[in-house]
C-alpha cells in the first residue's frame, strides 16, 4: 500500500474514533436526562440508542457536507 493511502487510512480511522467518542457522550448524556426524568429502563435504552445513532450519522455527513460544499465555491 503506497505511503499515502496508508496514511489516509490512518486519518480515517482517527477521524472514525473519533466519531465513536463524541456519539458515545452524546448518547449517555440522552440516558441521563431520560433517567433524570423517570423514565423506564426500556425508555433509557432507546432514547441513548438514538441519540447516539443520531450523532453517528450527523459525524458521518459532515465530511461529504463540507467536500460538496468547498466543491461548489
Known amino acids: 500500500m503506497p ?3 496508508a496514511r489516509s487510512a490512518r486519518t480515517w480511522q482517527l477521524w472514525l474514533a ?3 467518542a463524541c456519539s458515545m457522550v452524546v448518547g ?3 440516558s441521563l436526562l ?3 426524568s423517570g423514565g ?3 425508555d433509557v435504552v432507546l432514547a441513548g440508542g438514538g ?3 443520531t ?3 450527523l459525524c458521518l455527513a459532515l465530511p461529504a457536507a463540507v467536500r460538496e460544499l468547498k466543491r461548489q465555491s
Open 40 to 42: 423506564g429502563s426500556t
Open 28 to 30: 449517555l448524556f440522552v
Open 55 to 57: 450523532s453517528f450519522a
Open 18 to 20: 473519533l466519531y465513536v
Open 3 to 5: 505511503e499515502s493511502t
Open 51 to 53: 441519540g447516539f445513532a
Open 34 to 36: 431520560v433517567v433524570q
